[in-house]
């Protein structure tokens, strides 16, 4: 599989800004309750309260206030990425260098918060292993595309190994970007993040 090709941006789908208005006022709601009670305590009650929504339309973006948590860690990792990823890097190395920084950056980000807001030692390991799944599961989907989009896949079997690769490059990524995170040895200046991006990216070769 060629990996010197040259990537190309995703395009961008339309989204009615009713619904980018109405998930931004539920997702702020949240995020407020969040630095004032538990969790556990918190009802969708007062997430509707708090964002001048009806319970039926909290419903029709949401099944329960876990999954609109969960939205919550995806849209802050997809700005990470879109704040990295130009669509203009020449390969799958520079791709998933800034896909590495847009990890890293995030996860620093959300666990800091996390040692903040929690309201307790197992609410923080609750979230921040949410936030874990959820990150690995987006960086599994953008290599995943990448690889579709690059490989040229014609037979099922050629779209099932995509499938393997994609998986593996990801979790082999994120593992990467928490042992980059706790490290206090390693150091964002480049060299480091291209020798680990650059181990992982020989499984394309």
């Known amino acids: 599989m060629s990996i010197t090709q040259p990537l190309t941006q995703t395009p961008v789908q339309t989204v009615d800004p009713r619904i980018v208005r109405t998930r931004r006022l ?29 319970r039926a339309t909290f419903y029709s973006h949401f ?11 995806r849209e802050g990792f997809e700005k990470a990425i879109r704040a990295k990823v130009t669509g203009t890097e020449p390969d799958v190395r520079a791709y998933m260098g800034q896909l590495f920084r847009a990890a890293s950056e995030h996860r620093r980000t959300v666990h800091s918060e996390c040692r903040i807001k929690a309201h307790s030692l197992e609410e923080m390991r609750k979230f921040e292993a949410s936030t ?31 499938d393997m ?3 593996m490059i990801s979790s082999a990524l994120y593992a990467a970007v928490v042992h980059f995170n706790v490290n206090k040895q390693l150091k964002d200046n480049g060299t480091d993040i291209e020798s680990i991006v650059d181990h992982i990216a020989r499984m394309l070769d």
């Open 26 to 54: 539920l997702i702020d709601a949240f995020v407020e309750l969040m630095g004032e009670k538990p969790f556990d305590e918190i009802s969708i009650s007062e997430i509707t309260q708090r964002a001048t929504v009806n």
């Open 132 to 162: 874990d799944v959820e990150m690995r599961a987006m960086l599994r989907d953008n290599i995943h595309r990448w690889i579709s989009e690059h490989a040229e896949a014609k037979s099922i079997s050629d779209k099932a190994n995509n």
């Open 63 to 73: 099944a329960d206030k876990h999954e609109l948590a969960d939205e919550f860690i």
């Open 165 to 167: 690769m994609a998986s």
